[in-house]
């Protein structure tokens, strides 16, 4: 695997090795070693989690402000533009965001750490989304910030509005969201 550093320097990009052929490809998708080795993490996931949308669904900023979640994430159908967020206030790259595109294609994943917001939007036909998280799902935690916050000014790749859900619809704006000291 190939691991690379992002802007925010703790957001990684990952590239496994993908061996392919006439008959199709495989690639080892996760390696608790392999991983720990080539990007000094030491995570344990707790939890997989698999969702499926279709084009121009987009979902975040999202974020556990009790029991933080690191993830690693990554597209097995389709193509999303992944969006990692830093929101510690006293990391350098509070506020600064980073975007990937991944899909099944390029087979990238990224290393998302706690302390940092998500988000994804679809832009293929629909898009099946695979990460890991390294705590529990907790419901009272959880958190969202406005997609279209001005302080963060993500550029999305949109051409129209996207679909959110009811929950992303009312996300805080950073400066009135629970953020990480």
Same mark, same amino acid.
């Given at each position: 695997?190939?691991?690379? $550093?992002?802007?925010?320097?703790?957001?990684?990009?990952?590239?496994?090795?993908?061996?392919?052929?006439?008959?199709?490809?495989?690639?080892?998708?996760?390696?608790?070693? $392999?991983?720990?080795?080539? +990007?000094?993490?030491? *995570?344990?996931?707790?939890?997989?989690?698999?969702?499926?949308?279709?084009?121009?669904?987009?979902?975040? =900023?999202?974020?556990? #402000?009790?029991?933080? &979640?690191?993830? =690693?994430?990554?597209? +097995?159908?389709?193509?999303?533009?992944?969006?990692?967020?830093?929101?510690?206030?006293?990391?350098?790259?509070?506020?600064?965001?980073?975007?990937?595109?991944?899909?099944?294609?390029?087979?990238? &994943? @990224?290393?998302? /750490? /706690?302390?940092?917001?998500?988000?994804?939007?679809? =832009?293929?036909?629909? $898009?099946?989304? @695979?990460?890991?998280?390294?705590?529990?799902? +907790? /419901?009272? $935690?959880?958190?969202? #910030?406005?997609? !279209?916050?001005?302080?963060?000014?993500?550029?999305?790749?949109?051409?129209?509005?996207? &679909?959110?859900? *009811?929950?992303?619809?009312?996300?805080?704006? @950073?400066?009135?969201? !629970?953020?990480? /000291?």
């Amino acid at each position: 695997m190939n691991v690379i $550093a992002s802007e925010l320097p703790e957001v990684l990009i990952i590239e496994p090795k993908v061996f392919g052929d006439e008959r199709g490809f495989f690639y080892e998708s996760f390696n608790a070693k $392999a991983f720990a080795d080539a +990007t000094g993490v030491n *995570a344990q996931f707790v939890q997989d989690n698999h969702s499926r949308s279709q084009k121009g669904v987009l979902r975040g =900023l999202h974020y556990q #402000i009790e029991n933080p &979640q690191g993830k =690693l994430v990554r597209v +097995t159908a389709g193509k999303v533009l992944d969006i990692a967020v830093d929101i510690r206030r006293s990391s350098e790259h509070f506020g600064k965001w980073f975007g990937l595109e991944l899909s099944a294609e390029n087979a990238k &994943q @990224l290393w998302i /750490p /706690p302390g940092f917001a998500h988000g994804f939007v679809v =832009l293929s036909d629909y $898009a099946e989304f @695979l990460y890991k998280t390294t705590d529990y799902y +907790t /419901p009272s $935690a959880e958190r969202c #910030i406005r997609w !279209d916050d001005r302080t963060l000014a993500i550029d999305w790749k949109l051409d129209e509005e996207p &679909q959110l859900s *009811a929950k992303d619809k009312v996300g805080k704006r @950073l400066e009135e969201a !629970d953020l990480f /000291p």
